[in-house]
C-alpha cells in the first residue's frame, strides 16, 4: 500500500514583551479535546498556503492579528500513523493591552502568557519545546526582504511590441493577486521594481492593496542590468541595509546577481526561482554589519 501523503499544517510562537527590561512572554494555547498545552498551529485548508495558515491559525486561537518573523524549526511526528509537518515562525503579538484575545471555544479552552522557563515547563509536548529553543537562540525581531520574479508574463516569441512593455498572462495575474495575502504575512510595507511591465503587474496588486507607491530601480531591469552588471550588484548589496520591511521584483537573468550580492561571498545561491516566487531574507539589523539569519522561498 502506497504511503500516505504527510498532514500539512503551519502555526507560530506568538511572544510579547510588555516590560522591554525582562524577557518575552510566550503564548500557549489549551486544547480542551486533548488537554494539553502547545503552540499555536493548525492543518492546511485545501488549496491554502502556508503562509496565509499560519496568520489564520494564529487569529482564529489567539485572537491576534500578526505579521510573521524568522522562520523556526520545522516539526515532524506522525499522528496515528500518518507523518505530519509543521512549519513554524516567530510571531510578535503587537495588539494593545487589553484588547480582543480567544474567547474560549470547544477547541482551544484556554490562552495564557508564560514566561520562557514556565512556558517550556507547561509545555505538553518535545516538539514544541524544540520550537521554543529554536526561537530562544535567535534575536526577537528581524526584518524581512523578499525578492521575488515578476509573475508569468506572455512569451517573447507572441509579443510584438518592446520587451518592457511585455504583460502578464492569466495565470501571472492569478500569481500576482495570490501574492497579495503572502507580501502581508510578512508586513512588508515598501516595494522597489524594475520599470518593466511584467514587474510593476507583479508588485501592483499588493501595492494597492496596501497603499504602497512602487519604487523604479532600472538597475534591477535586464537592459540595465546587462549593460552594467557592477552597478547593478552593488545596489543589489545596498539592499541589505535598508530599513524597513521590503519587496524587490526583478527578472530571471538578474536575479542570480542580486540574490549572490545579498548574501555575500562563499554563499550558495538557492535553486532558481520559479515566476512569481520568491525569497524571504530575514535580517538582524541591529548589529554593525546587517546579516542576514535565515532564507525561506515560496511560490504563489
Not at 493548525?42 to 502556508?50: S, W
Not at 524549526?73 to 505530519?84: I, L, M, N, S
Not at 509545555?123 to 520574479?149: E, I, M, Q
Amino acid at each position: 500500500m502506497a504511503s500516505q501523503p504527510p498532514i500539512r499544517a503551519a502555526g507560530t510562537l506568538l511572544w510579547r514583551q510588555p516590560d522591554p527590561a525582562r524577557e518575552p512572554e510566550i503564548a500557549l494555547v489549551r486544547r480542551a479535546r486533548y488537554d494539553d498545552w502547545t503552540l499555536p498551529k493548525g492543518k492546511l485548508e485545501r488549496h491554502e498556503h502556508l503562509l496565509d495558515a499560519a496568520v489564520r491559525e494564529v487569529l482564529e486561537e489567539t485572537g491576534h492579528r500578526v505579521v510573521l518573523g524568522r522562520p523556526l524549526a520545522t516539526q515532524r511526528y506522525p499522528v496515528e500513523g500518518v507523518p505530519k509537518v509543521v512549519r513554524y515562525w516567530s510571531a510578535e503579538a503587537t495588539t494593545v493591552t487589553g484588547s480582543f484575545d480567544h474567547v474560549p471555544d470547544d477547541e482551544i479552552s484556554e490562552l495564557c502568557w508564560l514566561p520562557v522557563g514556565e512556558a517550556r515547563s507547561r509545555l505538553s509536548y518535545r516538539h514544541d519545546s524544540s520550537v521554543l529553543a529554536d526561537f530562544v537562540n535567535g534575536p526577537l525581531r528581524t526584518t524581512p526582504l523578499a525578492v521575488l520574479r515578476h509573475a508569468k508574463a506572455v512569451k517573447r516569441a507572441v509579443w510584438s511590441g518592446p520587451d518592457d512593455d511585455r504583460p502578464l498572462d492569466r495565470r501571472g495575474r492569478a500569481e500576482a493577486k495570490r501574492l497579495v495575502s503572502l507580501l502581508s504575512a510578512f508586513g512588508v510595507d515598501a516595494a522597489v521594481s524594475s520599470p518593466a511591465r511584467r514587474c510593476l503587474d507583479t508588485v501592483g496588486p499588493f501595492a494597492d492593496a496596501n497603499g504602497l507607491l512602487v519604487a523604479l530601480e532600472p538597475l534591477f531591469s535586464e537592459t540595465d542590468h546587462a549593460a552594467t552588471p557592477g552597478r547593478s550588484r552593488r545596489r543589489s548589496a545596498q539592499l541589505l541595509r535598508e530599513p524597513g520591511s521590503l519587496v524587490v521584483c526583478s527578472h530571471r537573468p538578474v536575479l542570480p546577481d542580486l540574490i549572490g550580492a545579498l548574501l555575500g561571498p562563499g554563499q550558495s545561491l538557492p535553486r532558481q526561482l520559479r515566476p512569481g516566487g520568491f525569497l524571504v531574507l530575514h535580517r538582524d539589523l541591529d548589529r554593525k554589519h546587517p546579516a542576514i539569519l535565515a532564507v525561506e522561498r515560496h511560490r504563489p
